[in-house]
């Protein structure tokens, strides 16, 4: 089974940026594509960005997009999450996931494993 590993969370002020890491036990996810989630309290799980297995197609959602970038390096089964200008608003557990194929998508019914999460705040 794939287990996931998130590391890189932490507290940083608004504008600062964080790098999240996202390991994999096995190899699988050099084959599939992945995704970041994240979750705030009190608010449903949202869709951050996703990349495709050999990262030549990405996508993110509305609220990230220009500011955080997605990226994968298959030989050492990581997937990372560049944020920039942090806004308090991005306060949320991040989740890494692996999806049930090759191809991107936002749904998260379409990822197969997940990650325990790692915590981002961002003070004001």
């Known amino acids: 089974q794939v287990q996931l590993v998130e590391s890189g969370g932490g507290l940083v002020q608004a504008g600062g ?9 096995r190899r699988t996810p050099s084959s599939v594509a992945m995704g970041w989630f994240r979750q705030a309290p009190g608010k ?6 996703t990349i495709s297995w050999d990262g030549g197609t990405t996508s993110y959602g509305d609220s990230v997009k220009g500011r ?5 390096d298959n030989a050492k089964n990581t997937v990372y999450l ?3 200008s942090l806004k ?7 989740y890494c996931a ?3 194929s090759s191809l991107t998508t ?5 990822y ?3 990650g325990q999460g790692t915590q981002v705040t961002v003070s004001s």
């Open 112 to 114: 197969a494993y997940w």
């Open 17 to 25: 940026s964080l790098r999240l890491s996202c390991a994999s036990s």
């Open 82 to 84: 560049q944020m920039n």
């Open 68 to 72: 955080f970038t997605i990226s994968r």
């Open 88 to 94: 308090p608003e991005d306060t949320a557990a991040y």
């Open 98 to 100: 692996a999806s049930r």
């Open 44 to 49: 449903e799980r949202e869709f951050v960005a």
């Open 106 to 110: 936002r749904n998260e019914n379409g």
